[in-house]
Nanobody, 129 residues
Framework: QVQLVESGGGLVQPGGSLRLSCAAS????????MGWFRQAPGKEREFVSG????????YYADSVKGRFTISRDNAKNTVYLQMNSLKPEDTAVYYC??????????????????????WGQGTQVTVSS
C-alpha cells in the first residue's frame, strides 16, 4: 500500500513558476515508477510527466516539454514537478501516481493511466493574471 500526498499548488501569474511535490508513504518508494497527470475543468485527465524508479529516465507530454522538469529523491520518498513558464492552459488539478507492474515496458507505456495503481488526491494549479 502506498499513499501519495501532493503539495505546492496555488495561483501563479502567466510566465511564473511552481514546484509540486508528492510525498509517498512506505519503505519501497524506489520500487515504483512515478507519474504526474492533470485534469482541467471539462476535460479528461491527461499525462504530464513520468520518471523511472531510479530517476534515470524521464518522459514528458509535448505540451510541457522544455518547461516542466520531473525529478525524484528516493531518500525522501518524494517526486517533484518543477513547472516554469506557466501558461493559462496549464490550469488544472495535478495528480501524482505510482505504479510497479511492467517496469520493463515503462518506456512505451508511461502515459497510460492504467499503468499506475496508486493516486494522490490532487493539488490545484491556477495560472491567471
Amino acid at each position: 500500500q502506498v499513499q501519495l500526498v501532493e503539495s505546492g499548488g496555488g495561483l501563479v501569474q502567466p510566465g511564473g513558476s511552481l514546484r509540486l511535490s508528492c510525498a509517498a508513504s512506505g519503505r519501497t518508494f524506489d520500487s515504483y515508477y512515478m507519474g504526474w497527470f492533470r485534469q482541467a475543468p471539462g476535460k479528461e485527465r491527461e499525462f504530464v510527466s513520468g520518471i523511472t524508479r531510479s530517476g534515470g529516465s524521464t518522459y514528458y507530454a509535448d505540451s510541457v516539454k522544455g518547461r516542466f522538469t520531473i525529478s525524484r529523491d528516493n531518500a525522501k520518498n518524494t517526486v517533484y514537478l518543477q513547472m516554469n513558464s506557466l501558461k493559462p492552459e496549464d490550469t488544472a488539478v495535478y495528480y501524482c501516481a505510482a505504479g510497479s507492474r511492467g517496469s520493463s515496458t515503462y518506456s512505451t507505456t508511461y502515459s497510460r493511466e492504467n499503468k499506475y495503481f496508486y493516486w494522490g488526491q490532487g493539488t490545484q494549479v491556477t495560472v491567471s493574471s
